[in-house]
């Protein structure tokens, strides 16, 4: 008993780690967000519900769980249809796939900050390449401030982050097509099949787990976003590009922590009754090898 009890020891200080770092910070956030803390407050005073209640009517605060479910929704979409698409195409036996790969995956490395501030430049109206190119090619009528205009603005910043992690999930889906055996799709090559029968047939579901890591993650994740927006509009123009995390930032920033806290336990929330479904449903469609 005791020497299988040994290698639990092991765990103890990743545990200690773990409660220490995370679950200890959790619980006093939910406390806080029970509290009127705030940068002026002379104590800190139990106000049960009241943030919760005055966050539900905060317009502002509705509009950025718009955009944020929208932003999740699309960059959860485009993310894994362009990781996909990248897989396949670099799982043939190319000359390059290598190199490809690694420039496809490269911009997942650097930091979402660097990459907002390269994209600012990027998308500038006077000076940046993507208006020079539209100009170019003598189409002025796509020459736009695409970080500034409200029309376009989103839809940018959503581009931006899936040219990011697009590589991420190409790097999955590979992983997942190569414990997928030749011999099946040899087999259903030989049968007759075409390139789109046999992916829909046999690629697909084999792929299940691997999407199911790529589609948790990224919902997670772009829930989550702030760095990118923050650098490239800071939640502008207006409030066209606000999210949860530049809200809650702009919260803190004017002293209502305990009210910043409710909203960070709101989008807690929200990730995880979004996250937990999402997760048993993929999971279902799952086959075994």
Known sequence: MERSKYPLYFSFPAVFVFLLFFITPTIIGIYYSFTDWNINADAIKFIGLENYKELFNEPR?????????????????????????????????????????????????????????????????EHGIVNQFFGLLGMDFMVQDWLN???????????????????????????????????????ASIDGANYWTRFK????????????????????????????????TEGGPGYTTEVFYTYIRNTFSSGEMGYATAINMLLFVLVTLVGIPVLLAMKKREVEM
């Open 201 to 232: 047939h046999v690629v697909f579901p084999l792929l299940a787990p691997a999407f199911t890591v790529n589609v948790l993650l990224a919902m997670i994740g772009s829930m989550k976003v702030f760095e990118i927006v923050m650098v490239l």
């Open 61 to 125: 605060l509705k509009q950025a769980f718009i955009n944020t479910l929208i932003f999740a929704a699309a960059v959860t979409l485009l993310q894994n249809a362009v990781g996909l698409a990248l897989a396949l195409l670099l799982n043939e036996k190319l000359k390059l796939r290598n190199l490809l790969r690694m420039i496809f995956f490269m911009p997942y490395v650097i930091a979402p900050l660097v990459i907002g501030y390269i994209f600012r430049a990027i998308y500038h109206p």
């Open 149 to 187: 205009d409200p029309r376009f603005a989103l839809f940018t910043v959503i581009m931006t982050d899936i040219w990011r992690v697009a590589g991420f999930s190409m790097v999955v889906y590979l992983a997942g097509l190569q414990f997928i055996p030749k011999d099946l799709t040899e087999s």
